[in-house]
């Protein structure tokens, strides 16, 4: 069967759904499909700019295709006679960051009426499709709430499981993946201000822009916390990443109301690690489970550091969350033979 990945794309940025749409690729081919991937240009600003990239989608004509798998907001645009949705996310800002008021959206009637559009085409692309799948419970309440569709959980695999071990703890708690105000290292950095002197912190992946690196390092250096927080902002190889992941003693990852459980928390699980995150972390706390397989605070700097603080005083303790982690994680039985299977029925 010939199966077309259709996902976005932003100039120069690498995240969890990139990773997901090439392992994707990567396993339908091992289960003897032809699949590529279709990365659709996508800019979100300015918001006025959107439509004719949605109208764009919508024009494509695809050809010698058998099987279509869409991903996120525009690319599920795209029209195929079979097309199933992974959905990843809609595009939140007119959704429930509309709600929130953390739109891009410009205010008043312009972007009511651009959330308007944007509700009524995604709902006709889920209208035509033949199924869709979501990558959390968040995704598929979110569906349900905003546009009136059902849809079944399907978790995404980990990728390169074979990276992730529990190697020795080298005391320090670790952040990676990408950097931005949505994922929230900052408040990381503050928490370490209230943290015991003892409390080590590592944040390390590409930033989306330089102004988001730029803020890090200047927290680090007006705080004076050069001696125990390293910054490593940049893309880096899988197996840098995994050794940085493998070596910590628990794994933050505190994005605000992530849609998934977030690649850096499964992999933390797989090797073993200790998870913190926050109330409002959105789909990960399917995975974190405060007293048994890590922390879970509020999202306010002293919080965080009381959390920090037990990495560093209780070890044992660390190690059992990990071990819960672990077993959490585990139960959930997700493999890529089974992924392929559900995508392609």
Do not use: C
């Amino acid at each position: 069967m010939k199966v077309l990945i259709v996902n976005n794309m932003a100039p120069f940025v690498w995240g969890g759904a990139e990773e997901l749409a090439a392992n994707l690729q990567r396993n339908l081919i091992i289960n003897g499909h032809d699949a590529e991937i279709m990365r659709i240009p996508f800019q979100w600003e300015p918001a006025a700019r959107i439509p004719s990239q949605m109208l764009m989608v919508r024009a494509f004509e695809l050809w010698n295709v058998d099987h279509v798998i869409a991903l996120k907001f525009p690319a599920f645009y795209i029209r195929h006679p079979k097309k199933t949705l992974w959905l990843l996310h809609q595009y939140r800002q007119a959704y429930d960051l509309f709600d929130a008021g953390q739109t891009n959206l410009p205010p008043g009637s312009a972007g009511e009426e651009l959330k308007a559009l944007i509700t009524n085409a995604d709902n006709q692309a889920f209208a035509e499709s033949r199924r869709i799948f979501t990558n959390s419970e968040v995704t598929q309440q979110r569906l349900k709430k905003y546009n009136g569709f059902d849809a079944d959980v399907l978790l995404p695999p980990i990728n390169n499981p074979e990276l992730f071990s529990n190697k020795d703890s080298r005391g320090y708690v670790f952040a990676g993946g990408r950097v931005n105000g949505m994922k929230r290292q900052h408040l990381l950095i503050e928490a370490m201000r209230h943290a015991s002197p003892k409390a080590k912190l590592v944040v390390a992946g590409p930033p989306d822009t330089p102004e988001d690196a730029q803020k890090l390092e200047r927290m680090v250096s007006e705080y004076g916390l050069g001696d125990r927080v390293k910054l490593d902002l940049r893309f880096l190889p899988r197996e840098t990443y995994a050794e940085y992941l493998n070596h910590a003693a628990a794994v933050a990852y505190l994005p605000f109301d992530e849609d998934s459980l977030g690649y850096v928390a499964m992999e933390a699980a797989t090797a073993h690690k200790a998870l913190l995150t926050t109330t409002d972390s959105g789909g990960i706390l399917g995975l974190v489970k405060d007293g048994r397989t890590g922390w879970v605070t509020e999202p306010v700097p002293a919080a965080l550091a009381g959390a920090i603080d037990e990495v560093v005083a209780k070890p044992s303790v660390t190690q059992r969350y990990g071990e819960g982690a672990h077993d959490i994680w585990t139960s959930f039985g997700i493999t890529w033979p089974a992924t392929v299977e559900a995508l392609l029925q």
